[in-house]
């Protein structure tokens, strides 16, 4: 049973309901930065307007979140599902036992995972065009792929452990990279300095004959008949 009432049926609380969120949505349209011509802004100002047009959705959607995160809490204070294991997660990024064993990290875990799921909820609820639910449906991965507790170090707990093994090493060549990248202003994906030239790295004259917004068409010269 929800721990939320249901939204009111009636006219006046419904037609209250979708002033508070047009309101809202007005707030955080103003609040969004500039985006030049990408379209995302565009993009996010039609999927809030598009939220504030079906206020019972989603307050019913929103209610549902609120109990999940209630769950979670409830299970954490149980002082036997607090340590009971939920099994390996099909997830890599949460492979690690501590995600699962450790009520920290296992809160940690499951409220993002109840967050994202929240968030896809509220995309597939709302009327959007086909070829804008697409784009907020990529802006909504990347976004939450970027909150995930494993992306930082206080929240990870392989990025701890290593760094107690390394007595703080392994945090500092981090540090590091990081520095290093900085600098190049490009983020490193591999050891360029692995690669020469003409000893492992073969290079073919070519050039672009065909180029769009998302891919380019390399023409390569043959070297034999």
């Known amino acids: ?92 990024r949460f492979r690690a036992q501590e995600w699962h064993d450790l009520p920290f990290f296992r809160l940690l875990r499951e409220g993002y995972e109840e967050d994202a799921r929240w968030l896809r909820e509220l995309i597939e609820a709302v009327q959007l065009s086909d ?3 697409q784009r907020v449906r990529f802006l909504a991965k990347h976004f939450v792929a970027a909150l995930a507790p494993s992306n930082h170090p206080a929240t990870n707990p392989e990025v701890i452990r290593r760094a107690l093994a390394t007595g703080g090493q392994s945090l500092l060549q981090g540090l590091r990279n990081l520095q290093h990248d900085v600098q190049r202003g490009a983020i490193s994906m591999t050891d360029e300095r692995a690669f020469e030239v003409g000893r492992d790295l073969a290079v073919t004259p070519g050039a672009v004959v065909y180029e769009n917004a998302l891919m380019q068409l390399i023409e390569y010269a043959p070297l034999t008949e």
């Open 131 to 133: 070829p804008l639910r």
């Open 1 to 92: 049973m929800s721990t939320i009432p249901p939204p009111a049926s009636d006219s006046a609380s419904l037609e209250q309901l979708h002033q508070a969120s047009t309101k809202l949505v007005e707030r955080m349209l103003a609040q969004l930065p500039e985006a030049g011509g990408s379209g995302v802004q565009e993009d996010l100002q039609a999927f809030l307007q598009a939220l504030a047009a079906q206020p019972q959705r989603v307050a019913q959607i929103n209610a549902r979140h609120y109990d999940a995160r209630l769950a979670l809490w409830a299970r954490l204070l149980d002082t036997h599902t607090a340590t009971t294991s939920s099994g390996a997660s099909t997830d890599h």
